[in-house]
């Protein structure tokens, strides 16, 4: 009973956790003020331009997209595969003027949670609270400097009968990103990924490193190609493509056809009642969740837990030229997924629907 009682707490308390993301969300949606390395102004204009040290070029302004392994099965990265929405980069050049704020080393703080609602007696909870942190090492390896991202993320089961999971699973990595912008056209990024993921009991296989490489090409003012692949450190796929196409035709549209997550996303309007400047944008996205822990089953042996599902995701995203974004997510999981490695048994939850919320600054 007293166990019974401290899972309950646990995810009463996992629950307020994400409760406690999205209510910080909310709280983005309106004016905030964080430092900038460059004037917001400025800074928009170089990036467009193509003219800001070690930037790659951006067609159009365009929300974030959360975690780009998000879009790989995983919950801890940085802001997204596309290179014109990477984390603000370090100028190694002195201010231009007195009144130029000073750079920042840590460059970016985000905080998301998830929930997916259980579905019944076939069904699978799932409540999921994510936390980041993106900072660089301040040489630069071949005129660009290295964005490190350390992540911590945990994840909480609500079981159906007749399937045995543990309460929750961890997740723990160090990303390591180089960008390099090689001419006005061509611009390329390599990441790796270290991490653990586990129950904390099972040891075996609880390392997994993800990786991937990507290659943008600006086609057109309008049109960028994107040729990549990412190691996943799934068990179920192990390697998946980026390859696609981005096309903004106008200032208010991006519509990205790429792989493993394609999205459509319209600009609604310029906030000019906010200090600092921003957008608000809508957006239709698909992805692929999940992922792959290492975990000890009731026998005492350990094994390999994947889990995977297909998500169809409808947002909202308030983004603010100070730095602050938040944004907010209903979707529609299925083609659900259980299996360990070395047991035959797999489950096949009932589709579902979930709820994301997530905050940056």
């Known amino acids: 009973m007293s166990a019974m009682r401290g899972?309950?707490?646990?995810?009463?308390?996992?629950?307020?956790?994400?409760l406690g993301v999205a209510i910080l969300s909310l709280a983005s949606f309106g004016d905030a003020q964080q430092p900038q390395l460059l004037p917001p102004v400025e800074e928009e204009e170089?990036?467009?331009?193509?003219?800001?040290p070690?930037?790659?070029?951006?067609?159009?302004?365009?929300?974030?997209?959360?975690?780009?392994?998000?879009?790989?099965?995983?919950?801890?990265?940085?802001?997204?595969?596309?290179?014109?929405?990477?984390?603000?980069?370090?100028?190694?050049?002195?201010?231009?003027?007195?009144?130029?704020?000073?750079?920042?080393?840590?460059?970016?703080?985000?905080?998301?949670?998830?929930?997916?609602?259980?579905?019944?007696?076939?069904?699978?909870?799932?409540?999921?609270?994510?936390?980041?942190?993106?900072?660089?090492?301040?040489?630069?390896?071949?005129?660009?400097?290295?964005?490190?991202?350390?992540?911590?993320?945990?994840?909480?089961?609500?079981?159906?009968?007749?399937?045995?999971?543990?309460?929750?699973?961890?997740?723990?990595?160090?990303?390591?990103?180089?960008?390099?912008?090689?001419?006005?056209?061509?611009?390329?990024?390599v990441a790796l990924s270290p991490g653990i993921s586990s129950d904390l009991e099972a040891t075996d296989q609880a390392f997994r490193l993800f990786g991937f490489g990507l290659m943008t090409y600006q086609w057109t003012?309008?049109?960028?190609?994107t040729l990549g692949a990412a190691y996943t450190g799934r068990n179920d796929l192990p390697v998946?493509?980026?390859?696609?196409?981005?096309?903004?035709?106008?200032?208010?549209?991006?519509?990205?056809?790429?792989?493993?997550?394609?999205?459509?996303?319209?600009r609604l309007h310029h906030l000019p009642w906010s200090d600092s400047g921003g957008e608000d944008w809508v957006y239709l996205a698909g992805e692929l969740g999940g992922g792959t822990w290492a975990v000890r089953q009731?026998?005492?042996v350990d094994d390999l837990l994947t889990i995977r599902d297909f998500r169809l995701l409808l947002g909202y995203e308030r983004k603010l030229a100070s730095g602050c974004n938040g944004r907010i997510e209903v979707g529609y999981v299925f083609g659900r997924e259980i299996e360990f490695e070395d047991d035959p048994t797999e489950f096949a939850p009932s589709d579902t629907f979930m709820i994301r919320s997530g905050f940056s600054f």
């Open 54 to 189: 070690f930037a790659p070029p951006v067609p159009r302004g365009a929300p974030d997209r959360g975690d780009p392994v998000d879009g790989y099965g995983s919950s801890d990265f940085l802001d997204s595969p596309e290179l014109d929405r990477l984390p603000p980069v370090v100028e190694f050049a002195p201010p231009v003027s007195p009144s130029r704020p000073p750079f920042r080393l840590l460059q970016k703080r985000t905080l998301t949670g998830t929930w997916l609602s259980g579905g019944g007696a076939d069904g699978l909870g799932m409540t999921e609270a994510s936390v980041s942190a993106t900072t660089f090492i301040p040489f630069p390896v071949l005129g660009s400097p290295i964005l490190v991202t350390p992540s911590f993320g945990v994840t909480q089961f609500d079981s159906p009968l007749g399937i045995d999971l543990p309460s929750e699973v961890y997740r723990a990595s160090a990303t390591l990103m180089w960008m390099k912008k090689s001419s006005d056209r061509v611009s390329y990024m």
């Open 240 to 266: 998946l493509p980026n390859v696609g196409l981005i096309w903004t035709p106008t200032e208010d549209w991006r519509v990205e056809v790429t792989a493993p997550r394609p999205r459509v996303a319209r």
């Open 46 to 52: 170089q990036r467009r331009s193509g003219t800001r």
């Open 221 to 225: 003012p309008t049109v960028q190609l």
């Open 7 to 18: 899972n309950e707490q646990y995810r009463r308390r996992l629950r307020l956790a994400v």
């Open 298 to 300: 009731p026998s005492g």
